[in-house]
């Protein structure tokens, strides 16, 4: 069975940082896709940012590209969005995901197979 749980959500004052963290475990593919979205109230789910397990391709979307940083602990099989000068609007649901490798590729967001069952991310102002 595949699990994705993540943690390091909470409230954090304008211009602060946080670590998210997703720990996978029960899926053998040799290669995938993690990817991390978000929620807002009354919004719906974009997509943040995602990583090839092959190492070669990492997204970001626009509006964290250069605040927000994706990596993995291949050994703790635990994925991470490093968040770095957050802003009230990044104020949501944050979700990790897996899927085919393909499904990272910076030209639209594809349903991903698995998720986790989010952490919240609350930047006051």
């Known amino acids: 069975e595949v699990q994705l749980v993540e943690s390091g959500g909470g409230l954090v004052q304008a211009g602060g940082s946080l670590r998210l963290s997703c720990a996978a475990s029960g899926f053998t593919w040799d290669d995938y896709a993690i990817g991390w979205f978000r929620q807002a109230p009354g919004k719906e789910r974009e997509g943040v940012s995602c990583f090839r397990s092959s190492g070669d391709f990492t997204y970001y979307a626009d509006s964290v590209l250069g605040r927000f940083t994706i990596s993995s602990d291949n050994a703790k099989n635990t994925v991470y969005l490093e968040m770095n000068s957050l802003k009230p609007e990044d104020t949501a649901v944050y979700y990790c995901?897996?899927?085919?490798?393909?499904?990272?590729?910076?030209?639209?967001?594809?349903?991903?197979?698995?998720w986790g069952q989010g952490t919240q991310v609350t930047v006051s102002s």
């Open positions: 995901a897996v899927g085919s490798v393909y499904y990272c590729s910076g030209y639209g967001w594809r349903p991903y197979d698995y």
